[in-house]
């Protein structure tokens, strides 16, 4: 079975390499195309801990040349995928997540304290939740400075297109509510929205399939966690047959 990988680089690409590996082909085509702030002012003075949602705050803390400053505080990942990171980037104390921003505020809460200090988050300009917010009514103090940006791409490739329309796909991986957004609007302007309804659409989450709904014609499968290995084990099962 093929497979389209929607993630940003240099995610799509390594995700396409996991899939082959799993005796499946990838077309990979990024719905959103990362840069990074590299003028952006990091402050960490008064700052208790670091929050990472996502690989990618951390990658902007590394093209920053900051992690040598910020890797002896503490770091607060969403899940397993920015905890590993942090840990290759010299973060020596890493608390995991379950995975998404609503389940990482109980997380905060049993590693830092509103009286310790200030409390950083590698944030991008679109973010899923309001994650500030939410920490703040438990007394948080919360730093959100814009370090990357995501933007959608306003149109499927040539490949896509025929891939999806043709029958040439058996798949559709979508990692982010955004991405699965984008991946909508861009199959209804492309006239294919009817064709999505043979593809199997897996969903990182059901916040990610919710995006989905009324924009395709989608059979939908969710992680049973919002963990990639969860994902990649759910594409497995399904393929197998």
Not at 137 to 164: D, I, M, N, W
Not at 170 to 188: D, E, F, H, W
């Amino acid at each position: 079975m093929r497979l389209l990988v929607t993630r940003p680089e240099p995610d799509a690409s390594r995700q396409a390499r996991e899939l082959e590996a799993l005796g499946l082909e990838a077309l990979v085509e990024p719905l959103l195309s990362l840069t990074f702030a590299e003028d952006a002012v990091l402050d960490l003075e008064g700052v208790q801990a670091l929050i990472a949602t996502s690989r990618n705050g951390l990658r902007a803390l590394e093209r920053l040349e900051a992690v040598d400053a910020a890797s002896g505080l503490p770091l607060i990942a969403v899940g397993p995928a920015s905890a590993q990171t942090a840990r290759k980037l010299g973060f020596k104390t890493v608390h995991e997540g379950p995975g998404t921003a609503e389940g990482l505020v109980e997380v905060v809460q049993a590693n830092a304290a509103p009286e310790g200090g200030v409390l950083l988050h590698l944030a991008g300009a679109s973010l899923a939740s309001d994650l500030k917010g939410a920490l703040e009514t438990k007394g948080f103090a919360v730093r959100q400075p814009v370090l990357y940006r995501a933007e959608a791409r306003e149109g499927l490739s040539e490949a896509a297109r025929a891939a999806v329309g043709e029958g040439g796909l058996g798949g559709v991986i979508l990692m982010s509510p955004r991405t699965a957004a984008v991946y909508g609007r861009l199959v209804s302007e492309a006239g294919l929205a009817e064709a999505t309804g043979e593809l199997l659409h897996f969903c990182l989450s059901k916040a990610v399939a919710a995006r989905l709904e009324g924009a395709v014609k989608a059979r939908v499968l969710v992680s049973a966690r919002p963990r990639e290995d969860d994902l990649l084990a759910l594409v497995a099962r399904e393929t197998a047959h």
